[in-house]
């Protein structure tokens, strides 16, 4: 563990189980106690330059993908871009489409996915890129699956202090969103 003066603006965090390390794809993790308000879920890897024009992130009930309740799936056709849903019963709602494509075939990439009471927050290469309204309650969902055309370096989840239980201007842990280098 580490520790060390930051500003202020910082918020501390910790690590919520150990992280995983270079995991195969695909991949399904468990989330120790559930998703909950507060977590920040780093996944590090990189694009396969391969025919695969597609990867997923979702944040399910177990191995169970019938549950989902945040699918993240960029597609790297007609000029790439993302798609966003949640299923129920095995029932896709209606996607939501961001015309924007955050990632390139054979690069390094952090998504970061920040969640509060209401939203999904992703920050792509530290940049913000959306967000994503939940439309289930997300503390019933404890996995976190990835699949497609991606290699995985790194894979950490964290929940964010409550700041009484943080000595003013000291952390624990990674800054938010960083993790080893890809």
């Keep these: 563990m580490q520790s060390g003066y930051v500003g202020d603006e910082e918020l501390a965090s910790r690590d919520t189980q150990p992280p995983y390390i270079n995991p195969p794809v695909p991949f399904t993790g468990m989330i120790e106690g559930g998703l909950q308000d507060g977590h920040k879920i780093t ?21 169970n993908d019938r549950e989902i309740a945040f699918h993240f799936n960029p597609r790297f056709e007609e000029g790439g871009y993302v798609v966003c849903n949640t299923r129920q019963l095995g ?11 955050p990632f390139q075939k054979g690069s390094p990439f952090e998504i970061c996915f920040e969640v ?11 940049n913000i890129f959306m967000e994503y309204a939940h439309r289930v309650p997300f503390y019933q969902f404890n996995a976190i699956s990835i699949k497609g055309g991606v290699h995985l370096s790194y ?15 000291w952390v624990w842990g990674p800054v938010p969103c960083v993790g080893p280098a890809v």
Aim: net charge positive; no cysteine; glycine share 6%.
């Design 116 to 126: 509060d009471s209401s939203t999904f927050k992703i920050l792509v290469n530290k």
């Design 43 to 63: 996944v590090m890897g990189s694009v396969l330059s391969t025919d695969e024009n597609r990867f997923e992130v979702n944040f399910q009930m177990g191995y």
């Design 155 to 169: 894979l950490s989840i964290q929940v964010r202090l409550h700041p009484a239980l943080v000595p003013r201007g």
């Design 91 to 101: 029932n896709w709602g209606p996607e939501e489409r961001k015309l924007q494509m």
